[in-house]
């Protein structure tokens, strides 16, 4: 085993910062307008990964104050109802963030049913018109893993002006939305999305200042991968056997790299965190909507 040399970006620590945060406005906004940011999250099935999470964001939510409620639907639910739910939760004054898990079931078009979320309760931004406007700099909400990351580099002290950042993966979910944070105005990055067509993937990964590993494959990214004292962002999460372990070969890269996310520890934490963030962000939309009818 190589000795560690990194240092480890302790995503549980960072993500209890942003979550306190989170609960310190929540309160305040309780205080001022009596409004209690509330997630409702969508669970169809009961595929385990998906229970962890939503297990996960429900404590989350109750720690930090916000009021969160789960609809359980059976897995064999058709197109029709589930857009009914949601269709009815978009009319809900009470709830100001709508989450469906993924993934859905294979018989059911995950894309129509996100895109019948209100854009102002996507509060995962996966929603076209939250996409467009953070492609344009002025985001209404940040998809919650890249927003995640984003927090990591800024609490660590990471510079991104100037720096060459490599995002493997090109996921709507991950990739693309990644790519789009790095390279807006004030971040100022120098971003290559990397897939499955790229010629010579770990050539270009040597040239990244930043590397950013979103490709679900087991340790896809070795050490021989990584410049020399590059931050190494591992978003994978993989279950080997009875073991989770990232994107990247963390023991190869952790003595190489100069910062390094673990898995588990890492970026999992963060992105529950920015959904909190996201809920209350949802949440202080609906004050200021009354807050406008009221002075008009």
């Known amino acids: 085993m190589p000795i560690v040399s990194a240092q480890i ?43 962890v999470y939503v297990r996960n964001k429900e404590r989350a939510c109750h ?19 589930l857009l009914t739910l949601v269709h009815a939760l978009n009319s809900d004054p009470d709830v100001h963030g709508i ?22 309760k996507d509060v995962d931004a996966f929603h076209p018109e939250n996409t467009g406007l953070m492609l344009q700099g002025r985001p209404r909400f940040l998809p919650c893993t890249p927003a995640g990351v984003m927090k ?56 990244a200042d930043i590397l950013i590993a979103a490709v679900g494959i087991p340790k896809f990214v070795k050490g021989d991968m990584i410049k020399p004292g590059a931050v190494v962002i591992d978003v994978g999460i993989n279950r080997v056997g009875e073991r989770l372990v990232g994107d990247v070969d963390y023991a190869a890269a952790s003595s190489i790299a100069s910062a390094i996310t673990p898995v588990p520890g890492g970026v999992g934490p963060m992105t529950i965190a920015m959904l909190l963030q996201n809920t209350l962000t949802a949440a202080r939309l609906v004050q200021k909507r009354s807050q406008a009818a009221f002075t008009h």
Do not use: F, W, Y
Request: proline fraction near 4%; include cysteine; charge should be positive.
């Open 152 to 207: 990591m580099l800024e609490l660590t002290g990471v510079r991104t002006a100037g720096k060459h950042a490599v995002v493997i993966g090109r996921s709507d979910i991950v990739g693309k939305p990644m790519a789009a944070l790095l390279v807006q105005k004030g971040i100022d990055a120098t971003v290559t999305i990397c897939h499955s067509r790229t010629a010579d993937i770990g050539a270009v990964c040597r040239t």
């Open 9 to 51: 970006i302790d995503g549980k620590a960072i993500a209890e910062t942003v979550r306190n945060q989170v609960a310190v406005e929540t309160q305040r906004l309780i205080s001022e307008s009596g409004i209690i940011p509330h997630l409702a999250a969508v669970l169809v099935g009961n595929d385990p990964a998906s229970e």
């Open 63 to 81: 720690k930090a104050g916000l009021k969160s409620t789960l609809h359980r639907l059976d897995a064999t639910i058709n197109q029709a109802k």
């Open 99 to 120: 989450l469906v898990q993924l993934p859905l079931p294979k018989h059911l078009d995950s894309m129509q049913i996100l895109d019948a979320i209100a854009p102002t």
